[in-house]
């Protein structure tokens, strides 16, 4: 298939529904997944809960289907993207800042030593997240964000981080929704930040984005309402905390869950338990050459536990390398 | 209309998309509303959003209606219903807890005494709320209130309390959402209580109610995951709260809110101040006749500040006696 072919296909994927597929249908839905058993069980679980009368039949109301988004929707090396934006964000406020010229960890991204600044641990990643994720209304915050994301280029490969998402999961969204699912995503990530541009990149809207979030507060100032940021934390949307968020914001179990790091281990495990045919998918990094390998020693996006407890739960592992024909989708021609 | 028709027509509102009705559309989907200023100001409002090419036009992904619960969408006297629940489940697990019987507010909850139970105040409400709605994983949770909410009658008119919803309010939210709008709960009440019933009496799906939480925590007991209620409060969803739990849920300003008492002005305000055509209304609860009278002085459901804020902030004041003419729809024939 040409590029310029791909790139329409993905376009067409990406904004619409697409026709339920039934045996004679000429396209495939899913065309940048290989043949073999990852795609296979991806297409048999569909069927399955979507055959009316048939024994695994499930109403499309509960057809509720989550997504982790960091290494699972988009890349996430050599950092996830939202602390690039952090540090981005540091760098074009310190003018206001003087005084991060002598403070750490401001001091150290400031002459461009993000190892140095990300040495202090949680904490000094909780003060860069508060410094630039606080302080502003929530329609500023937005707007910052999407001037970042529509112009920041990561620093590898070039591109925009929205053109860094996963052509295969693009198609699975797609998939899933033209088949009566509701998608959701559910990251460890700001859900301020994802919601900036969740609905155009993956047709997500913003109240099914669930992610961490610090406090806010509504004021009304000069006459004006607004929802002010506090620097607090609110809630981490990880590990134990991703069923919690689940619970809070759908309120209802998934019955397919799909992510790639021990940070999505219970989510997975929360939404396998359920009666009925389910579903859970992990995304392995296992192609250094197209994106990137990695596993049980990464810093950004371990996948340890949840690789050991894959069998046993019943997971489907995603080889990367060998299960998907294309990572990214085409670049668009500027 | 005969009470037969009025039941069918009632039930085809309350469970199926209503057909957008152009100028030549035979029947009015707001048949229980009087002609007058508060309908045509609902019937204008939705006319210019949904206008395609009209100055005001709203996208349907942006048109959210944000609707409160108690005393908007049903009734909330003599007490909020929930609260009839959690009396309930006091009596109901008495058995399990003898120490109740010396300790307040629970014995004189157990002597029939509910205002010497409650003159406790918050911290008394707050005592029987944790008792009756933590300690339980969800699903326990959900079959409790199942249980109770299929049977339990109001004492004043012996109805279940899902048959005290407005008529009116099921037409409205059934038009909404046959013109685009996607209907949201926002109560002061327990998300998880609402859940339970909301999708079925109001056709508002778990994933669209926000409401005030106690905290839940994710365990795995016996190789089975579960979430645990906790007795600590984790949001209240209430007055300033409500925009607030509207970011964090939906993460867009509604353009329509519907809510009848102070403790909606918040929600009231931030959805009239944005930009573009907004809609705002109160309830006004003005018929002791058919269902209750109360205002300034109501210790539930108060609509003092709230009431010389509408005109102000141009608000759509709905007179109950005048402007209904159904306040609860048909009995159903049992």
Redesign the interface.
């Known amino acids: 298939m040409k590029a310029t072919h791909r790139l329409l296909l993905s376009f067409v994927l990406a904004v619409s529904a697409w026709p339920r597929d039934g045996a004679g249908t000429p396209q495939d839905a899913l065309s940048s997944w290989s043949e073999g058993a990852s795609k296979s069980s991806i297409v048999e679980f569909v069927a399955a809960v979507t055959t009316e009368g048939g024994p695994e039949f499930v109403p499309a ?1 509960e057809r ?1 289907a989550v997504f982790d988004n960091d290494g699972c929707l988009w890349s996430e090396q050599p950092m996830y993207f939202q602390l690039a934006f952090a540090i981005d964000r540091v760098k074009a406020t310190a003018p206001e800042h003087p005084e991060w010229r002598e403070k750490e960890p401001f001091a150290s991204l400031l002459r461009g030593d993000v190892g140095a600044a990300l040495a202090g641990g949680e904490r000094a990643i909780l003060e860069v997240v508060m410094a630039t994720h606080a302080g502003t209304t ?1 329609e500023e915050f937005e707007r910052t964000v999407q001037d970042w994301i529509s112009t920041a280029k990561h620093p590898r490969t070039g591109r925009l981080y929205t053109e860094m998402v996963y052509q295969p999961m693009l198609e699975l969204l797609a998939y899933l929704r033209a088949h009566g699912f ?1 998608t959701f995503i559910v990251s460890g990530g700001g ?2 930040f994802l ?1 900036v541009f969740a ?1 155009g990149v993956y047709g997500v ?5 669930v992610g961490s ?1 610090i406090e ?3 004021e ?1 100032k000069n006459d ?2 607004a ?1 002010v940021r506090l620097p607090e934390i ?1 809630f981490i949307d990880d590990k ?2 991703k ?2 968020g689940i ?6 179990r998934p019955i397919a869950a799909f992510g790639n790091s021990d940070g999505d281990l ?1 989510m997975l ?2 939404t396998m ?1 359920g009666a009925g045919r389910r579903f859970a998918l992990l995304v392995h990094h296992t192609d250094a050459e197209r994106e990137w390998a990695y596993d049980r020693d990464s810093n950004v996006g371990r996948l340890d536990r949840a690789l050991d407890e894959a069998e046993a739960w019943g997971f489907t592992l995603v080889d990367m390398k060998r299960d998907w024909k294309v990572v990214f989708p085409a670049p668009p021609r500027r």
Chains 1, 2 share one sequence.
């Open positions: 109301s509720i929530t509701k859900i301020e919601r609905e809207p913003p109240e099914q984005v979030s806010t507060r509504f009304i004006r309402p929802l609110d134990a905390g069923p919690v619970q809070s914001h759908i309120g209802r219970e495990q929360w338990a």
